[in-house]
């Protein structure tokens, strides 16, 4: 099949996976899931990082959901093992904890129809505000997104966020590799960008996370994030922007 045909059965038949990572949301899993219809997506994947407290007992009851135990760890590891079994051209990485307001998800949709490769819920556009945020976390996520902006030619307002849509192919396209390191979110828009794919936010809020703990830890992430920025700096090139670069002898 031709790209130009592919990315047309995509936009016109686009197939949604509902990404869920969960460690120990019982209390804010339990308010935030009544209120996502289903019928927005095609399938909702919740990757169980060994919860204790009751979540994965839930989300069973609901049946919804595909459910599966996380055998690697943190964040990252689940968004690799929802990768190897999501049916979805599209992905969209949400957070049960009530940091995602699942009303958002429809627009993400439709924002994705036309065209996009990634849509991010921005937390700080056009008025969007973190309730989430500490004094850390508000200066690590501005910081990051400047940075990125600068060096990869980007205007983001939130380069972090979980909440986001994207194709499932960019993540083969894109060659990601990190499994293990909590850099995802930040891979891939650096790399959308510099293979000149289309990214693109809406202004959404984020809540406080509504109950548990969270999980996140700013000092290790934002170590691991800049690791990140100077390896993508440094040692990685779009294959697809290669040609640009490239003279006939
Ligand atoms: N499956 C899985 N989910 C996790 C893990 N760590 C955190 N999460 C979930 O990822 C989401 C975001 O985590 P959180 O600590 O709130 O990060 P923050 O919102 O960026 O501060 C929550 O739903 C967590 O339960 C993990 O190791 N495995
Ligand atoms: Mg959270």
Redesign the pocket.
């Known amino acids: 099949m031709s790209t130009y045909f592919s990315e047309f059965a995509i936009i016109f038949e686009m197939r949604v996976t509902l990404f ?6 019982i209390i ?1 899993s339990k308010i935030i899931m009544p209120r996502i219809n289903p019928r927005w997506v095609d399938e909702i994947i919740v ?3 060994n919860s204790t407290d009751g979540s994965r007992e839930y989300y069973e009851s609901l049946g919804t959901c595909k459910i599966i135990s ?1 055998k690697s ?3 990252c ?2 968004y690799w093992e929802c990768f190897e079994i999501a049916t979805g051209d599209v992905i969209i990485a949400f ?3 009530g ?1 995602s307001i699942p009303e958002l998800i429809p627009a993400l949709i439709e924002k994705m129809k036309s065209g996009e490769d990634i849509v991010m819920v921005s937390r700080y556009l056009d008025g969007a505000k973190s309730f ?1 945020d500490d004094q850390v ?1 508000r200066f690590g996520n501005w910081m990051f997104t400047a940075i990125v902006n600068i060096l990869f030619g980007m205007r983001l307002t939130d380069s972090l966020v ?1 909440f986001r849509a994207y194709k499932k192919s960019l993540v083969e396209r894109l060659a990601l590799d990190i499994k293990t390191l909590p850099v995802f979110e930040l891979q891939i828009v650096i790399r959308a960008a510099k293979a000149k794919l289309r990214i693109s936010e809406i202004p959404g809020d984020e809540p406080k ?1 509504i109950g ?1 703990k ?3 830890h700013p000092l290790y992430n934002g170590s691991c994030l800049l690791y990140l920025i100077l390896k993508e700096l440094f040692f990685w090139r779009s294959p697809e922007s290669s040609h640009e670069t490239t003279y006939p002898s």
């Open positions: 869920l990572p969960v460690r120990n949301e804010g990757v169980d990082g996380q760890s943190g964040v590891g689940a957070s049960p904890d940091n989430d976390t979980m996370r548990g969270r999980k996140m």
